[in-house]
């Protein structure tokens, strides 16, 4: 289901290393969120962003033709098995649904968004 306010890219036409390309694209908006769209912790972290009135770029790696690979990528970016939803805020990596939620709860996250320019309120 669309969230409004999110956009939806392919992957497809961007460099062929995973690491790269998730770099580029982590780069590129505000906010992006890795994610696949049958996962529940993904569906949650969409939601949380989209009521803050942020405008993520979502890229769903289960609807890309390069989607295993980025997930793999991700993987090893963070160091554990659970690789989506994966969050970057001004190009910087926060992380999986458990480091946005803490940065939420401790107050840091909207600062981050404000800084990255997702938020001006």
């Excluded at 696949?36 to 289960?62: I, Q, W």
Aim: proline residues 5%; charged residues 20%.
């Amino acid at each position: 289901m669309p969230y409004r306010g999110e956009s939806y890219t392919s992957t497809s036409n961007i460099g062929s290393d995973p690491m790269e390309r998730l770099a580029k694209l982590a780069s590129e908006s505000a906010v992006v969120i890795f994610s696949v769209s049958t996962c529940c912790m993904c569906h949650a972290v969409k939601r949380l962003f989209c009521g803050m009135g942020v405008n993520p770029a979502v890229y769903e790696l289960d609807q890309d033709p390069r989607g295993q690979e980025m997930e793999r990528a991700l993987t090893r970016l963070l160091g554990n098995s659970q690789a989506v939803p994966v969050v970057f805020i001004g190009g910087k990596l926060i992380g999986s649904m458990d480091r946005v939620m803490a940065s939420h709860i401790n107050g840091t996250l909207v600062p981050l968004l404000k800084e990255a320019g997702a938020l001006w309120l």
